[in-house]
């Protein structure tokens, strides 16, 4: 990031390669949809790329990036809410998600596509701040440190978030037990 602040604009390429995925990863799971992850990806890595003169070298670039990706995402969700009145955690998985998962194949291919559906839906249920821990923690991999950064919360406040959310995941995902294993 000091290179692509200073004398090599260049290098901030290699941050977006490094860190695009993950970034859009992420946002599909938060906001549902792949074309809104995919706009809000270039929306965080074009805002980045401006602020990158601003950028402070402390903490990781990673908890960064995803501080602005969380707080776009907050705003399209809130904009759409506003437009749609639609409840709070929209589906994760399209139609093209559900028919990738009928399509025919392996059983290993179709119980693991099984699983992520119903382990999206349940985490599409969740609160958006709780769904947003889980996320950063488990799938991006963030330490609760970052996580806490990330949010603009205490590391308290995202421990006890995660605590509420992997209970109200676990009593969701109870009644398909045997579909999970």
Do not use: C
Request: no cysteine; proline share 4%.
């Amino acid at each position: 990031m000091r290179e692509a602040a200073g004398e090599r604009p260049a290098a901030f390429a290699e941050l977006f390669e490094r860190h695009h995925g993950r970034v859009y990863g992420y946002l599909r799971k938060l906001v549902g949809s792949r074309d809104g992850a995919h706009d809000l990806t270039q929306e965080t890595f074009l805002l980045a790329f401006k602020s990158r003169g601003s950028y402070r070298h402390e903490g990781r670039f990673q908890a960064w990036l995803y501080r602005i990706a969380t707080n776009l995402a907050r705003s399209r969700i809130r904009r759409m809410s506003r437009e749609h009145k639609a409840s709070e955690g929209a589906p994760l998985s399209s139609a093209s998600d559900a028919e990738a998962a009928d399509a025919p194949g392996p059983p290993e291919a179709a119980q693991a596509a099984e699983t992520r559906r119903i382990v999206e839906e349940a985490l599409a249920r969740l609160p958006v701040d709780e769904r947003e821990v889980v996320l950063l923690r488990h799938f991006q991999g963030l330490r609760f440190r970052e996580v806490a950064q990330t949010l603009g919360i205490n590391e308290n406040t995202a421990k006890s978030r995660m605590r509420y959310a992997l209970g109200k995941l676990e009593r969701m995902l109870k009644p398909h037990e045997k579909e999970l294993h």
